[in-house]
């Protein structure tokens, strides 16, 4: 796990970040329903493609792999979108 | 020994599941988000389709328009303005509207059948020359509500408004959509002395109407004076839903508080979902660090940084819509 991280710690970083400031725009929207779920939009986007760039640069990238972060970001979104009902 | 198997097949990372638990896989998180829409379609319609949820489905208020009107004046001395008084006349056009909501079953600042917000002032006789509307539902706490309008700039600019003298509050427990809920209706107005126009609390382009008529007398303002009503229920659900109850100074509780908010079993099943993943994440990845199997798969640290995230938003989603 370490190894991981500090072998990609830049992508991390990164990926922290945008989940840090999805984190405070979510709350902040609040109660703006329409701007929670635009937000969650952004951020389901932003993690496919976190995903999928990050492979892409280790040469790791497989359909299975790409179809694995578009899976877990429906989920995350969907969790999230019937929340804000 | 075969339940042992697909415990195994799930959750351990082997040979039968290409060594990720079958829980992992993409095919899992979709059917884990479909299991959930057809939960949520079920909790939001079901009450809609089989009428009233009996006193298991409903949110718990503990609001009062005393409390309202305390925080709505803490809001304007803040902002160095004078304090409104309490109107009877607004606090029954505020009932009438919060009633005309639940009876007709909508939530809105205009009804379906095109009823406007000022058909309450003039209803019950009230002269404005400027006049607004707030309204929410579903807030356990005065406080949250008043956080939630603050932080709208329409619904903020009803509240701080210099324009507005007097305001009406009603605090309404009732069956809305089948979930028994508590609405808080705020109207705002002023006595006639300009031309008339009127506010509401809606989208920048609605934000002012100018109403067509001024009326002719002055209502005067009269003294703390609140309304609690008794719960109210569509009449085409109840026998008789009569509902005005006495006049003096309220506290306006569920009186037969329900046992769980639709928020609060939607919480649970999203969290036992997203538990059981993250769980099932954190095993696999110890596992996996005392193997020396490759794998092409996402990256697990990833995931749980990312449904972490998720479950924190989960937890801490306050419950609550203003209009």
């Known amino acids: ?85 | 020994m075969k339940m042992l198997s697909t415990l195994c097949h799930l959750f351990h990372p082997q040979r039968s599941n290409n060594h990720r638990p079958k829980v992992l896989h993409p095919e899992a998180y979709i059917a884990f988000s479909i299991l959930i829409v057809v939960f949520s379609l079920s909790l939001v319609h079901l009450p809609s389709f089989v009428g009233r949820t009996g006193n298991v489905l409903g949110f718990a208020s503990s609001i009062t328009a005393g409390d309202v009107l305390a925080q709505t004046n803490q809001e304007r001395e803040k902002q160095g303005l004078q304090t409104l008084t309490i109107n009877t006349r607004l606090n029954e056009a505020a009932i009438a509207k919060a009633q005309h909501m639940l009876e007709q079953q909508y939530w809105a600042h205009t009804s379906p059948d095109g009823t406007q917000p000022w058909k309450f002032f003039k209803q019950v006789g009230y002269k404005y020359s400027v006049a607004g509307e707030n309204l929410a539902r579903d807030f356990g706490t005065s406080g949250d509500m008043m956080q939630a309008w603050m932080n709208s700039p329409t619904h903020k600019a009803n509240i701080v408004s210099p324009k507005y003298k007097e305001i009406g509050i009603a605090v309404v427990d009732g069956t809305l959509l089948g979930t028994e809920t508590t609405l808080v209706v705020q109207l705002f107005g002023s006595a006639p002395q300009a031309p008339a126009q009127i506010t509401k609390a809606a989208p920048p382009q609605e934000l002012k109407v100018v109403a067509e008529k001024l009326a002719t007398s002055n209502p005067e303002p009269e003294t703390l004076d609140f309304v609690q009503l008794e719960p109210v229920v569509p009449s085409d659900l109840v026998g008789n839903a009569d509902v005005l109850g006495g006049e003096s100074f309220l506290i306006s509780n569920l009186q037969t508080p329900a046992l769980f908010s639709p928020l609060q079993l939607m919480k649970a099943f999203f969290l036992a979902i997203i538990f059981l993943v993250m769980g099932t994440l954190i095993y696999d990845t110890v596992i996996m660090s005392h193997r020396n199997t490759v794998r092409l798969v996402g990256k697990n640290f990833a995931h749980l940084l990312f449904f972490g995230i998720v479950t924190f938003l989960l937890l801490f989603f306050k419950a609550g819509i203003i209009g």
């Open chain 1, 1 to 85: 796990m370490k190894m991981e991280l500090f072998k990609h710690k830049l992508a991390y970083i990164v990926l922290a970040g945008a989940l840090l400031v999805f984190v405070f725009a979510f709350m902040g929207f609040w109660p703006n329903r329409l701007l929670q779920r635009i937000s969650i939009g952004v951020v389901v986007c932003f993690y496919f493609f976190w995903g999928t760039i990050t492979h892409i640069k280790t040469d790791t990238l497989t359909r299975r792999v790409a179809f694995e972060y578009a899976a877990a970001s429906i989920l995350a979104g969907t969790l999230l979108f019937f929340i804000t009902l």
